[in-house]
Structures are given as C-alpha cells and as structure tokens.
C-alpha cells in the first residue's frame, strides 16, 4: 500500500554505528505492514543546516513526516510496526 502523504526521514552521519540496523528495520517494518513509503536518508556531515533547520542533535533520528513522530536512536522493528499500523488504519478509514 501507497501512503502519499507519509514519508520516512533517516538523519544519519558517518559516526552512526547501528545505521544499517536502523534501515533494515524500517524495511522490515514497512514489508511487515505492506507500505511503500519513501525513505529519505539525510548525511549530518554533508547537509549540517538540515540537523540544525529540523533539531536534530544526535544520530540515528527517525522522523515520520505527516504523523509528527520522531524516533531517536534504534527502534525495533515492533516498535516501528506499531507505530506504522497507523497509517494502515488510517488509509483504511478513508477507503
């Protein structure tokens, strides 16, 4: 399922040790609930004024825009479902 107006926002930097953790569990999130969102992984060393812009002071940082959610440091893959579950309800609520 398409959710237009959600996206996935990942503030990472270099110095993320548990960065590939935290992709894969977004993915395995999203292929648990059937989402298709977009993933936008934003680099704190290359695009510092986005960190500063959206305040964000550490890394990992997951963000999900149009549910004003933001997740710092790992999520499990549980928590990420339980959250997104909500955006399946949601689109089947307007459907």
Known sequence: MTVGKYK??????Q????????LSNIKKSLENL???????????EKNPE???RDGVLTTPTL??????????GVPTV???TEVLEELTKQREVKV
Do not use: Q
């Open 8 to 13: 996935l926002v990942l503030f990472r930097s």
């Open 34 to 44: 059937n989402l298709d969102l977009e993933i936008e992984e934003v680099d704190l």
């Open 50 to 52: 986005r960190a500063l």
């Open 78 to 80: 549980d928590e990420l």
């Open 15 to 22: 110095r993320t040790p548990k960065y590939h953790m935290v």
């Open 63 to 72: 963000d999900i825009i149009g549910m004003n959610w933001r997740f710092i």
